[in-house]
């Protein structure tokens, strides 16, 4: 069983809608979790970071982490075809670069 | 400022063949990483450097090696490439300190091992 697991989907939405997003886990160890956003063919960038439990907005994303449950969630409002993208959850025990990551969630946001 | 910057991009190898792939940061980061990404599978880690001279293993490390050339450049040699090694692998880099810094990825390196 992986450490953290995420529905590959793919997600197809019309714009305007909610997205959400989910992955859940196993190691209670996870204290830093985030949210990556990959374009066709290009790295992974950063879309949110959240520390612990707690809840994140920016802008039309909101990231939620309920480290009870070992559930993280990202939601996308008034979700735009430029969202159409694979969307990474991501975490780790530890404040740097060694993550583990999802799967990853193709999503479409058809116009 | 180009970030994280990967060369080659793509790469056909046979079976067998010996090849490093390259990958240097412009962003003064002590940290850096080197990931391979597989269908269904996420980003792996399989080594990464948490500051220059400093090397370690991570997930999935076994056909691959390592040099922390300087501290910018960090790059990933395969020996003897297997068909198992077909990936794209992304470097990225992060600052060290006492709290949570971004890591930075770069564009990536499709292999291809037939």
């Known amino acids: 069983q992986k450490e953290v697991e995420q529905d590959p989907g793919p997600l197809s939405v019309p714009e305007g809608a909610i997205v959400s997003l989910n992955c859940t886990y196993s190691?209670?160890?996870?204290?830093?979790f985030m949210w990556y956003r990959q374009y066709s063919r290009k790295g992974p960038e950063l879309l949110m970071y959240?520390?612990?439990?707690g809840n994140k907005e920016d802008g039309r994303f909101t990231a939620q982490v309920d480290k009870s449950s070992k559930y993280i969630s990202l939601f996308i409002r008034d979700s735009q075809p430029s969202d159409s993208a694979t969307y990474l959850c991501?975490?780790?025990?530890?404040?740097?670069?060694?993550?583990?990551f999802g799967q990853g969630t193709i999503l479409t946001v058809h116009p | 400022n180009a970030g994280v910057t990967q060369t080659p991009k793509f790469q056909v190898l046979k079976t067998g063949q010996s090849m490093t792939l390259q990958c240097a940061q412009d962003?003064?980061?002590?940290?850096m990483y080197w990931y391979r990404q597989d269908p269904g599978m996420g980003l792996r880690l399989i080594y990464y450097?948490?500051?220059?001279?400093?090397?370690d293993k991570g997930e999935v490390p076994n056909g691959y090696n390592v040099s922390r050339l300087n501290k910018r450049e960090f790059s990933l040699r395969l020996e003897s490439a297997a068909p198992s090694q077909t990936s794209v692998y992304f470097c990225?880099?992060?600052?060290?300190?006492?709290?949570?810094?971004?890591?930075?990825f770069g564009q990536g390196t499709r292999l291809t091992v037939v």
């Open positions: 450097s948490a500051s220059e001279g400093t090397t």
């Open positions: 962003m003064n980061h002590n940290s």
């Open positions: 959240t520390y612990s439990s």
């Open positions: 990225a880099s992060s600052e060290a300190g006492t709290g949570w810094t971004e890591a930075f």
């Open positions: 190691n209670s160890a996870f204290q830093y």
């Open positions: 991501a975490m780790s025990p530890y404040s740097n670069g060694k993550l583990t």
